[in-house]
């Protein structure tokens, strides 16, 4: 699948096969016994295929099981599996709360909003049902003069309230025995599907000059017998000109196979030329050799060790190397850990080791970056994000003031601009790992969906409109829009179809032809993040839409099913992700089942959203010998809104307090709620901020300790596994593929040679493409396992080096 013969054109077959067999995942049948996922601990029949192995074929839709997604990440298999739980949960959640959705729908709630929608059938109304539409508002004079909104109608019932509790209690024990269960079905994906990260460990702090993979190979040969040794160089900028080079031939070989011709004639071309937009061969050799002058300088310069990952041959002795060298950041940074001689390197330094990710989760061209710098981008990106949080607030809030339904069509649209403004701001972020940088996305998207979709909307909802057509529309708006829109316009791949059956047939090379096959790029940390936004929104106004937990029940499953069908035949495959990713997610659900106690505690606090309360006054004294007149009906006005409620302003947000005003269950119910609220918000904190805390203080002082699990008996580093071959900084254009950056001594095994779709492999390393005597600068990586079928030097085809001075 890679290029065509001299003189036959692109062609769309091959391209076609290049998507079937590179660009969609793809299964062979297992044949290590130790390779064992499924849920009853049996071995597992198929596993992932590697660089279209001989044999292998599509997975299957119907037939693969969130278990058997596992071998394409844990992470992914935990996404599946917690849709089909929430779905379970927002469904079992409406059914406990129906009976208040019945009542909503009486016409002893609100008769006017009942017979409205009662006796019009379109979608909008009917989907309204059940909802807490009020529209018996009418305006009362009051005692003191002036009017006011007032409603007779539309009480809140006790029982209602006791209902939802009962529901999130419900809903915490399911998530908590749900956490449970997923974290134990990760372990044992995790330590039944053998791949490198449970054979192998990362020194973070090396020796600067130890670069000879034979000292570490020696030194951790105390623990086990070492399969491979990688030594990572803090070379990151080498990398980025040696990848900007492959970019420019790329280029230059494209304007070769077209002769530098533009469909269309010379007027096309000059004003492509006058818009800047058409670069001749003249504009790409000067750039080249820019490029070589100062890839030549850089390859003078030195560059010291940055990290070193050593792959064990079994699994227990990656286990006794943790044991045994585990220590805090600071310990070994200052060498004042109580290591023994015999386990420092060289005798005096203590190691910082952990266990390594996946090799497809590291992110090589970022291991030469402080961590200084790295938190410096992050606190510059965090502010980015408040500013476009900042700025949907305003856009959210003039879009309120010219109408509520204008300002449901701005929130959608903001909601679908969102993943792109944050990938965006993602991208100018380094990261050690991509798990780290899914987590970054996740919570910039969390952060601001949240903030679009629910809490913008709740503060630009003026006090009296709660209860309003409006506001219950645009709730309705949104969850139907996640459940049917969104997904609907992924599986339509609109993007990937043009890709593939438009723009690859004006392709000029294969290459450029398969880069249009590469699949629509997604992200595992946006889907989190998407299905947290759905969960929060959904109980964000379950007090007064209860039948929004339905609509996330079928978005829930809609999407599973739609999100499986892409990553079997749509998505481009991503970098493994583990757990961590789906462990985050926890967080914000938790903290949507929180907001949602502390904004139904308001609301029940501020029910009926009307500005009077109904009071008897004593009628005027009767004249002489005339009968006396009963009390007489008055309004006295009340400020039911939020701020106001209990005279603290703002902070009573956080527990709102029972009123005079006040009928007895409605103050008995919101005392309720307001404790609650002040309970879930201190446990919240405690949970989510002490366990990064706790973790924090471990990982400096003592260390992340390896699992209490034991490892696989007889588990042997498997010969179908990658290894932690470094990769170059990702090429902006498709068409030069993934880059490698490493050189290899001794012999590399066919099997373990990293996955680059259809290129070459010997041609897609970058340090082919300088001399030999700057072999230094760049990572190594060495072989010392035994009994592999060993393959030819993969450097024996240089690549058009750079030529030295």
């Known amino acids: 699948h890679g290029s065509p013969r001299p003189g036959r054109r692109p062609s769309l077959t091959a391209a076609a096969a290049f998507f079937d067999s590179f660009t969609l995942p793809r299964r062979v049948p297992n044949r290590s016994v130790a390779d064992t996922g499924s849920e009853d601990g049996s071995p597992r029949l198929y596993r992932k295929s590697v660089n279209d192995e001989p044999g292998s074929e599509l997975f299957p839709f119907w037939s693969t099981t969130i278990s058997d997604l596992g071998c394409l990440g844990i992470g992914v298999a935990m996404y599946y599996r917690q849709l089909l739980v929430l779905s379970g949960l ?185 818009l800047g937009l058409w670069r001749d061969e003249g504009y790409y050799m000067a750039r080249l050799l820019d490029v070589e002058e100062n890839t030549r300088k850089a390859l003078e310069q030195q560059y010291p060790v940055c990290r070193v990952f050593v792959t064990f041959a079994k699994e227990e002795s990656q286990r006794r190397a943790l044991a045994a060298l585990t220590t805090g950041l600071i310990p070994a940074a200052l060498e004042l850990s109580t290591i023994p001689p015999a386990h420092r390197f060289r005798g005096t330094n203590v190691l910082h080791v952990q266990e390594a990710e996946e090799p497809t989760d590291v992110a090589w061209e970022a291991l030469h970056l402080p961590l200084g710098m790295l938190l410096a981008q992050r606190a510059v ?127 000029p090379t294969q290459e450029a032809m398969n880069a249009k096959h590469m699949g629509t790029e997604w992200s595992l940390g946006e889907r989190y993040t998407s299905m947290s936004k759905t969960v929060f929104v959904a109980l964000f106004y379950a007090a007064v839409y209860p039948p929004g937990m339905f609509i996330a029940a079928l978005c829930f499953v809609y999407t599973y099913i739609v999100d499986k069908y892409c990553l079997l ?141 034991e490892p696989q008996e007889g588990a042997v580093w498997d010969t179908t596994a990658a290894v932690y071959f470094p990769k170059g900084v990702a090429a902006s254009d498709p068409t030069v593929g993934p880059l490698l950056a490493a050189r290899v001594l001794g012999e590399l095994p066919d099997q373990h040679r990293p996955d680059l779709e259809s290129f070459s492999f010997s041609k897609q390393n970058v340090a082919t493409d300088v001399p030999a005597a700057y072999a230094g600068a760049f990572s190594t990586l060495k072989c010392y396992a035994s009994g592999y079928t060993k393959a030819a030097d993969p450097f024996s085809t240089p690549v058009g080096k750079v030529k030295a001075n």
């Not at 980015?384 to 856009?395: D, E, I, N, R």
């Not at 790992?433 to 913008?456: H, W, Y």
């Not at 998505?571 to 903290?591: N, T, Y």
């Not at 007895?664 to 949970?687: D, K, P, R, T």
């Open 90 to 274: 927002c469904f079992v959640y409406g059914l406990i709360t129906l009976p208040t959705s019945v009542f909503y729908s009486s016409s002893d709630f609100s008769p006017t909003a009942t017979e409205k929608l009662t006796t019009d059938t379109s979608l909008t109304h009917v989907l309204l049902l059940g909802s807490a539409l009020c529209e018996d508002y009418r305006t009362v004079p009051l005692k003191s003069g002036g009017t006011a909104v007032f409603t007779s109608e539309c009480d809140l019932k006790q029982w209602s309230g006791v209902l939802d509790l009962a529901a999130l209690l419900l809903l915490f024990i399911a998530l908590a025995v749900t956490f449970h269960l997923q974290d134990r079905e990760a372990v044992r994906m995790d330590e039944r599907t053998q791949t490198a990260q449970d054979f192998s460990i990362i020194v973070e702090d090396p020796t600067p000059d130890a670069d000879d993979p034979d000292e570490w190979q020696e030194f951790f040969s105390q623990f086990g017998t070492v399969a491979y040794v990688t030594v990572a160089r803090s070379n990151g900028p080498l990398l980025a000109l040696l990848t900007r080079r492959r970019e420019l031939q790329q280029q230059l070989e494209r304007l070769h196979a077209t002769d530098g011709h533009v469909e269309g004639g010379g007027g096309v071309l000059s004003l492509l030329r006058w």
């Open 381 to 507: 990106a965090l502010a980015v994000t408040a500013g476009v949080v900042v700025a949907s607030y305003f856009v959210i809030m003039h879009a309120q003031s010219i109408s509520p339904a204008f300002a449901s069509i701005i929130i959608s649209v903001i909601n679908s601009l969102l993943p792109a403004i944050m990938t965006m701001i993602t991208n100018t972020e380094s990261f050690y790992s991509n798990g780290d940088r899914e987590a970054s996305l996740m919570f910039k998207l969390v952060l601001a969906r949240f903030m679009a979709t629910a809490v913008i909307s709740y503060m630009s909802t003026p006090f009296s409109d709660t209860l309003g057509r409006s506001t219950l529309d645009a709730v309705q708006a949104v969850l139907v829009c996640d459940a049917l829109l969104t997904p609907t316009i992924a599986l339509l791949d609109v993007s990937g179809f043009i890709d593939r059956m438009i723009l690859a047939r004006f392709a």
């Open 569 to 709: 035949r749509v998505w481009r495959q991503a970098p493994q992700v583990d757990a961590s990713v789906a462990k985050r997610s926890r967080a914000f659900i938790l903290f949507a089942a929180l907001a949602h106690v502390m904004v139904t505690a308001n609301w029940y606090a501020s029910w009926a959203f009307d500005g009077a309360m109904e009071t008897t006054v004593d009628a005027p004294a009767p004249r002489l010998n005339a009968k006396p007149k009963p009390p007489q009906l008055a309004y006295i006005p009340v400020d039911k809104a939020p701020t106001a409620v209990g005279g603290d302003g703002w902070l009573r947000l956080l527990q709102p307090q029972a009123e005079d005003w006040m009928p007895q269950e409605q103050q008995q119910l919101v005392a309720v709620y307001g404790l609650a609220a002040a309970v879930l918000l201190a446990a919240f904190v405690v949970a989510v901020f002490g366990k990064t805390v706790v973790g924090a203080v471990k990982r400096l002082f003592y260390g992340m300790k390896p699992s209490a699990a």
